[in-house]
């Protein structure tokens, strides 16, 4: 038996979890149970009939935190419990007041010796609550909603690689858009669904990368707010269209395969950030040519000024054609106007201070390259500047730059071993296709799609070598 301890309680010493996975985040007790019942006041009003005929059922699970008891499994019951107990403080409705007076007369309710399965160890709890309501494979009993358990399992850091992007961006709408409780809470919703747009729109560059903090797992407090609003947007046409049933995984509506999603997404446009949103900047243009980021290291008009990929229905210049001081980019829908890497803003900053004009010119060059058209050069690019890059570190001929990089991961840099094993993954990734790509004889890539997030995954590692450069001591 997983827990051997039992002990009896009274009412008032236990408390119910604010941070319940059935209703999220409550100001208080009282609060707890008023989102109890509106979940399903039917439901509520029978579980307290049968809590007065037939007593408690299965035992509740407290976690002992200090002089706090908090059920961490059997909220339900216990808020039935509260209103029984006092139905003047805590009855969320007239109905359910009269309904409790009802039952009292009725019954004899014990609510002095409740009994309660207990445990100090919340890791524990934790893994029994997540096994009996949403583990899954016959092992789940009392099914929480698919958002609730992958809301679980986003707290409890059980999500692997960047999976957990999906539940921090949809707990964001959420506190943006309450209105969409209700169908993410019922069945209708598909956190399967969900992640497969998501998905989608992160590999199309649909919502920004850079709202995202790898370290804590969320949304970024200090993201542009012009980025998280775009992308919430998006989402809440996500979920309309899962509410529709436009994608989902029943027979009743779209099937949500990669065909479909990916037409689904293509509608919508680039995140405003995204550099890929045109094409660079031909050299026929009022630009002369440049670059669509000013030499200096601030953004040309050309860089900053359009944020949707959608050619005016009034201009009869063609996609790639110039106009003015840039050039438009392919109609939404089409796969060319995926444009290289995420620009990170700390990474640009860094390689201006060290005065590299090289390195500044490849990176600004893998910001603008085509994905598809043109992955072979991104991704010989991505090798020349880490082979740059650690050239101006220290690094012998001769020497890869995974290697090297290996060795100043292990020796110099303070990161935890999953974070070494994912950047060593990710640089030998990039340098065996750099090769393939420059030496095979028939070898190519065909997409460098994968090339934006393995840059977003190795943003904190250029970013500390790029510091160890420019803090290099000079040699006397």
Not at 120 to 136: C, F, S
Not at 147 to 175: H, P, S, V
């Amino acid at each position: 038996m997983r827990f051997n301890k039992v002990e009896k309680f009274k009412i008032d010493d236990l408390l119910l979890d604010q941070g319940n996975y059935r209703f999220k985040e409550a100001d208080d007790q009282k609060s707890c149970i008023a989102k109890i019942y509106s979940a399903n006041p039917a439901y509520f009003k029978n579980l307290m009939s049968s809590i007065a005929e037939d007593n408690l059922g299965e035992l509740l699970l407290v976690y002992k935190n200090g002089k706090k008891n908090i059920v961490l499994d059997g909220n339900r019951r216990l808020a039935a419990l509260k209103v029984l107990n006092n139905p003047q403080e805590f009855s969320p409705s007239t109905a359910i007041k009269d309904h409790a007076d009802h039952l009292l007369k009725a019954y004899t309710v014990d609510l002095a010796n409740v009994f309660a399965q207990v445990s100090d160890d919340k890791q524990l709890i934790y893994k029994t609550v997540y096994e009996r309501h949403a583990a899954g494979q016959g092992k789940a009993r009392i099914n929480w909603s698919a958002y609730g358990a992958a809301r679980f399992r986003y707290d409890q850091k059980m999500e692997g690689g960047n999976e957990w992007y999906a539940i921090a961006l949809l707990l964001e709408t959420e506190n943006k858009h309450p209105e969409w409780t209700a169908f993410m809470d019922s069945g209708d919703y598909s956190h399967e669904v969900f992640r497969r747009i998501f998905r989608a729109a992160q590999d199309k560059g649909v919502i920004s990368n850079s709202i995202f903090s790898g370290r804590h797992q969320r949304i970024k407090s200090t993201a542009d707010k012009k980025l998280v609003k775009d992308a919430i947007e998006k989402v809440t046409r996500f979920l309309e269209a899962m509410r529709n049933k436009d994608l989902s995984l029943s027979r009743s509506g779209k099937y949500a395969d990669k065909a479909s999603v990916d037409a689904f997404v293509e509608q919508f446009s680039l995140s405003p950030d995204n550099v890929r949103s045109q094409a660079p900047t031909d050299s026929n243009s009022e630009t002369g040519g440049q670059s669509p980021t000013d030499p200096s290291g601030g953004s040309s008009p050309a860089a900053t000024n359009s944020t949707d990929s959608t050619p005016s229905t009034n201009s009869s210049t063609s996609p790639g054609q110039a106009t003015g001081t840039q050039q438009s980019a392919s109609p939404v829908g089409t796969k060319d106007r995926i444009y290289g890497i995420e620009k990170s803003d700390a990474i640009e900053q860094r390689l201006v201070s060290l005065k590299s004009q090289k390195l500044i010119s490849l990176y600004r060059s893998l910001c603008v390259v085509s994905a598809i058209q043109h992955a072979q050069l991104l991704y010989v690019g991505a090798w020349s500047f880490f082979e740059s890059l650690t050239a101006l570190c220290g690094r012998q001929d001769g020497t890869p730059f995974d290697g090297y990089l290996g060795s100043i991961l292990n020796n110099n840099l303070n990161y935890n071993k999953a974070d070494k094993r994912d950047f060593q993954h990710v640089l030998k990734d990039i340098s065996e296709k750099g090769n393939a790509n420059k030496h095979s004889p028939r070898h190519y890539t065909t997409s460098a799609v994968q090339l934006r997030t393995d840059f977003t995954t190795l943003e904190p590692l250029v970013i500390a070598v790029i510091d160890m450069i420019i803090n290099k001591p000079n040699k006397p």
